[in-house]
């Protein structure tokens, strides 16, 4: 079945940028979607379709897929931005969605 | 507003069932895939079921089919998930989240979930 693999964490300082993976064979040819989960709430969207924001997203969250890697870029981090953020794909091999393992960003 | 609202959760013995509930509004429901996805405490989001605009089509995971069954009613704006023969495993809050087709849609609506906790 088709894994996706994050890193379990990844550290930064406000006003940095932040970059976290999501590693997955050919990942480059499926759709990527991105979300942030702070504690004791539900999931929200951040990035869909690779690279797009949804409405009220600040344009500091952006999206790259390609090759074996997919990222979620987040520009000049703030204090509000420390969550758990997870990857997301439709696996068209096994009719599956597909969520990375998460990965929680510490702002330092 | 467009929103999600999950209820019917609970504790429940092993081997019982449960059935949930998830009430939109907001937005034409009948037009959307809708999905149920679960994160067990402390753990990471695990999708467990999608189901087509008409129910046409159902997706699951391989761990919870036989198991649980995913429906909807679009005349009352509503999804359910039906879990028979239930595992300790099966412990997680439940999200109901529009979206998850087999064309790549996103999640971009959650509910706040519901907690399901199986345990004698």
């Known amino acids: ?20 993976t999501c590693g997955g064979n050919n990942i480059g ?22 690279s797009d924001r949804p409405s009220g997203i600040p344009e500091r969250f952006s999206g790259s897929n390609s090759g074996n890697t997919a ?9 509000g931005d420390e969550a758990d953020y997870f990857c997301q794909v439709w696996d068209n091999s096994s009719d599956h969605v597909v969520f990375g393992g998460g990965t929680k960003l510490t702002v330092l | ?12 013995q092993p081997g019982g069932s449960l059935r949930l509930s998830c009430a939109a509004s907001g937005f034409t429901f009948s ?21 087509k ?29 039906q879990m028979n023969s239930l595992r300790a495993e099966d412990t997680a809050v439940y999200y109901c989240a529009r979206g998850g087709s087999s064309t790549g849609l996103a999640f971009d ?10 345990s004698s």
């Open chain 2, 1 to 12: 507003e467009v929103q999600l609202v999950e209820s019917g959760g609970g504790l429940v």
């Open chain 1, 1 to 20: 079945s088709y894994m996706l693999t994050q890193p379990p964490s990844v550290s930064v300082a406000p006003g940095k940028t932040a970059r976290i």
């Open chain 1, 29 to 50: 040819s499926k759709t990527v979607h991105w979300y942030q989960q702070k504690p004791g709430q539900a999931p929200v969207l951040v990035i869909y379709y690779d």
């Open chain 1, 71 to 79: 990222t979620l870029t987040i520009s000049r981090v703030e204090a």
């Open chain 2, 109 to 118: 609506i959650w509910g706040q979930g519901t907690m399901v906790t199986v």
């Open chain 2, 53 to 81: 605009q008409d129910g046409s089509e159902k997706y699951y995971v391989d761990s919870v089919k036989g198991r649980f069954t995913i429906s909807r009613d679009n005349a009352k704006n509503s999804l359910y998930l």
């Open chain 2, 31 to 51: 037009s959307y895939w809708m999905s149920w996805v679960r994160q067990a405490p402390g753990k990471g989001l695990e999708w467990v079921a999608t189901i």
